[in-house]
């Protein structure tokens, strides 16, 4: 995978971490998540936590800037300092093989609203992708210091969500 400046990388550079991986994008109703996601990151960071953000356009074309418009979308308009990767497909027949392997490993996400998700997507007319398929931007994947996929967290979970919360802390916990 390559870093959202270019750079060639793996996730192997964050062993031992907490990792939040997030499919975000910058034209979603779901894109002030960034801000949460980033607070999230500046309060566990020290303590070993990494959100990473893996931009897509997948979900109705709602990331479709080049990955330094991204970039500067993101920095500019919510500070996001956690490290961005460049954009990548995590649905379907062309979807990168950290998308296959966590959903493989979390099948389904946890939804921590009232109504779930899917049904928020067909109140706006769209039809959900069928499970295990991500539902759309700003789902979670909670990985352990280990690099397994502990939990998966529905789009509308808040960064600030008691139960993604707790999650990101049991992990941090096991030092």
């Known amino acids: 995978m390559r870093r959202i400046t270019g750079e060639a990388t793996t996730l192997g550079e964050y062993a031992g971490k907490v990792l939040l991986v997030v499919n975000v994008a910058s034209k979603c109703g779901l894109t002030p998540q960034y801000e949460g996601l980033e607070k999230l990151y500046r309060a ?5 936590l990494v959100v ?5 356009n997948d979900f109705k074309s709602q990331e479709p800037g080049s990955n330094a418009d991204i970039q500067s979308f ?8 956690f490290p961005m990767f ?7 027949e062309g979807k990168h093989p950290l998308y ?4 493989a490993a979390q099948p389904k996400a946890i939804s921590t609203s009232d109504v779930p998700f899917e049904e928020d997507l067909k109140k706006y007319g769209i039809e959900p992708n069928p499970e295990p398929e991500l539902l759309w931007n700003f789902e ?5 210091r280990n690099g397994k996929v502990v939990a998966r967290f529905a789009p509308n979970t808040a960064p600030d969500d008691p139960a993604l919360v707790k999650a990101i802390e049991a992990e941090l916990a096991k030092a």
Not at 52 to 56: K, L, Q, R, S, V
Not at 86 to 92: A, D, L, S, Y
Request: with cysteine; charged share 25%.
């Open 86 to 92: 460049e954009k990548i497909t995590v649905v379907g």
């Open 100 to 103: 296959k392997k966590m959903i």
């Open 52 to 56: 990473a953000g893996f931009p897509a």
């Open 74 to 81: 993101c920095t500019t308009n919510y500070g996001v300092d």
């Open 140 to 144: 979670k994947f909670v990985v352990d």
């Open 44 to 48: 566990y960071r020290d303590q070993g």
